[in-house]
Antibody, heavy 121, light 107 residues
Framework: QVQLQESGPGLVKPSETLSLTCTVSGGSVSSGSYYWSWIRQPPGKGLEWIGYMYYSGSTNYNPSLKSRVTISVDTSKNQFSLKLSSVTAADTAVYYC?????????????WGQGTLVTVSS | DIQMTQSPSSLSASVGDRVTITCRASQSISSYLNWYQQKPGIAPKLLIHVASSLQSGVPSRFSGSGSGTDFTLTISSLQPEDFATYYCQQSYSSPRTFGQGTKVEIK
């Protein structure tokens, strides 16, 4: 069973870049079985899809964030990462990494526990 | 983007009640509809995919139906552990979008 764990700073200053890493265990990021994704949830609010990356390097981002988002994979560390630039208070949220099996693309069967990122000076 | 609208936004129910939550898509999404359960401070959990397929390990009191634009999640007999927020999500196209959530509270 694939397990995911997010890590990264819990506090980011406005205008800076948010950087998070998701470590995958119980499977390989380069197996080709999953789309590796990021989803966020502002405090007390609903879920927002950020985007995904396939191990081959192909990506798909939410147009609302596309100009600021980069998702990448590090196969040597069995990790994938999120970078979100020029953050504001509106980017304060719990950030989840998630995996969607290629066979059922867009269906998130595996989730990390989530990590709260606060944007504040 | 495809907009997903859930109703109601919240409901109060008792243990043993039959509960129904609806989800409407702004355009046809065939059967590409998933349901998740989220408890406070915990990541969402996949309950149902492609509208009516129960995820492995999910109790059979949960069921889903619908196609096109209108979908339903039913809990046949509400249990104490079912008090949570439920989200629908379309996997028909990008960007993936979620409903605003339905909070099921104890009556």
């Amino acid at each position: 069973q694939v397990q995911l764990q997010e890590s990264g700073p819990g506090l980011v200053k406005p205008s800076e870049t948010l950087s998070l890493t998701c470590t995958v265990s119980g499977g390989s990021v380069s197996s080709g079985s999953y789309y590796w994704s990021w989803i966020r949830q502002p405090p007390g609010k609903g879920l927002e899809w950020i985007g995904y990356m396939y191990y081959s390097g192909s990506t798909n981002y939410n147009p609302s964030l596309k100009s600021r988002v980069t998702i990448s994979v590090d196969t040597s560390k069995n990790q994938f990462s999120l970078k979100l630039s020029s953050v504001t208070a509106a980017d304060t949220a719990v950030y989840y990494c998630a995996g969607a099996l290629v066979a059922v693309a867009g269906t998130y069967s595996n989730w990390g526990q989530g990590t709260l990122v606060t944007v504040s000076s | 983007d495809i907009q997903m609208t859930q109703s109601p936004s919240s409901l109060s129910a008792s243990v043993g009640d039959r509960v129904t939550i609806t989800c409407r898509a702004s355009q046809s999404i065939s059967s590409y509809l998933n349901w998740y359960q989220q408890k406070p401070g915990i990541a969402p959990k996949l309950l149902i995919h492609v509208a009516s397929s129960l995820q492995s390990g999910v109790p059979s009191r949960f069921s889903g139906s619908g196609s096109g634009t209108d979908f339903t999640l039913t809990i046949s007999s509400l249990q104490p552990e079912d008090f949570a927020t439920y989200y629908c999500q379309q996997s028909y196209s990008s960007p993936r979008t979620f409903g605003q959530g339905t909070k099921v509270e104890i009556k």
